[in-house]
């Protein structure tokens, strides 16, 4: 491996072997009711294996079993796909969607643990990890899938799409609670800009094209590149058969979002969308950093990404738009029972930006325009911080948040429970794992009654 690139060095030195472990040590109390599995993906490409971009690291999932206020066990496995023993994308007949790499994302739908790379099929796993192998929803599901699908919390439904840098360039799917996929549509003027994550509201699904676009002359395997020369846009299409026809884009300032808290439809029936947000200098930093180019960058993989609003407003049909925060942040989340409705809490995790500083976990509070930040310490990256609900919860922030720590002094990961409500406690629980977790990306909290 390159120790020049940064996706191979600190927090994300890849892990060189698969582990089980059992009856984990625990500091603190678990909660009882914290009963089913965190899951979590990471790029990790195999020993000796150098990828070009960090997108491109091969999947290694990541599981903890916790129960009767235990930790059960933890396990690590790569995602087995042909790309993880070197077959191409590429081949003569076209793209091989099954050659994936699998490194994005983790979810759970239907029964299928499914991991996620928004270039090709997902990969179905076993509870205990293993890889059954890909997943086209019965021959039905023809383009790639996005690595961020939406599960709408009141219909069940999984909200996908599929994107490509070559007709058709977007395609709307989705599948019904069952795992059935009913919906798949064409969307007609969409484009080739980049497009890795979308939001839903309870009657809409949207679609922003911002100033990434496809780029064939881009060498470093992932190809695309920052465009001064195209209109960035948001697209609002109704939820349901023919709403892809019935697209309306909106002009939106220049710019670039990979990740999106949530949107929603307010009062005035406008739609509202949230996200870090690059500008044209923070995009290149960070592409340095993915690439690992000898181009300028930070020691971060994400600079000048700052929380965004979006409010479309379809009786005008104009865009007001504007930064919520100064915050260097990225991987947005919240309580998925608000996915698609208004919410007032999310979450993200800090970068130390041009000044330094920690990495750290902050929750903002939206009605009242506070944060709170729970600083990591020197050494110590958390990760996506993944909400739980508590039982019988009343207030939206009851809960828990659960993060999987790496930290570079102990060369060692735990996985903490956090009360989501109050984080300036610190840990309510500090699982210790038995090996470091390679940081990053995302990952998903699988109830007990959807780990059988």
Request: aromatic content about 8%; hydrophobic content about 35%; proline content about 8%.
């Amino acid at each position: 491996m390159d120790p020049a690139k940064p996706y191979l060095t600190g927090h994300y030195t890849p892990v060189v072997d698969e582990a089980t472990a059992f009856d984990l040590p625990v500091e603190g109390t678990l909660p009882p009711e914290l009963s089913g599995q965190l899951v979590r993906n990471s790029h990790n490409p195999k020993p000796g294996v150098t990828p070009t971009h960090w997108w491109k690291g091969s999947g290694m999932v990541h599981g903890v079993r916790l129960r009767d206020g235990r930790a059960e066990w933890y396990r690590n496995r790569w995602v087995r796909t042909p790309a993880l023993d070197g077959a191409p994308y590429l081949t003569e007949s076209g793209p091989d969607l099954s050659a994936s790499t699998a490194g994005t994302h983790i979810i759970e739908h239907a029964g299928r643990l499914l991991a996620l790379c928004e270039a090709n099929y997902p990969f179905e796993l076993t509870r205990e990890l293993d890889t059954v192998g890909a997943y086209d929803f019965s021959g039905k599901l023809t383009t790639a899938m996005t690595a961020h699908p939406k599960q709408d919390p009141v219909t069940g439904e999984l909200h996908f799409f599929g994107s490509s840098p070559m007709p058709p360039f977007l395609t709307y799917h989705m599948a019904s609670p069952g795992g059935d996929m009913v919906l798949s549509e064409q969307v007609p003027g969409a484009t080739a800009a980049l497009k890795h994550d979308f939001a839903i509201t309870e009657n809409h699904v949207v679609f922003l094209e911002m100033s990434v676009t496809f780029d064939h002359t881009e060498t470093s395997g992932i190809p695309y590149s920052w465009s001064d020369d195209i209109a960035p846009r948001l697209g609002i299409l109704p939820r349901g058969a023919g709403g892809a026809a019935r697209i309306r884009w909106y002009d939106i300032e220049p710019g670039q979002a990979l990740h999106f808290a949530n949107a929603y439809e307010d009062a005035q029936g406008r739609i509202v969308i949230e996200g870090p947000t690059l500008d044209r200098e923070g995009w290149k930093l960070s592409w340095n950093w993915w690439a690992g180019t000898g181009g300028p960058r930070h020691s971060e993989p994400v600079t000048r990404s700052v929380n965004r609003r979006w409010v479309a407003d379809p009786a005008t049909g104009t865009v007001t738009e504007g930064r919520c925060d100064d915050l260097n942040v990225e991987f947005p989340t919240i309580n998925e029972d608000l996915l698609g409705r208004e919410h007032r809490y999310q979450y993200a995790i800090a970068f130390p930006d041009e000044r330094g500083g920690n990495h750290g976990l902050v929750k903002y509070d939206r009605r009242d325009g506070t944060r709170q930040i729970l600083d990591a310490g020197t050494g110590v990256l958390p990760s996506e911080a993944v909400f739980v609900p508590a039982a019988g919860a009343t207030r939206e922030d009851d809960g828990y948040l659960l993060t999987v720590t790496s930290d570079l002094h102990r060369n060692a990961s735990s996985l903490l429970v956090l009360d989501a409500s109050d984080l300036r406690p610190g840990p309510i629980a500090t699982i210790r794992l038995p090996h470091r977790v390679t940081a990053g990306i995302h990952g998903s909290w699988i109830p007990e009654e959807q780990t059988a």
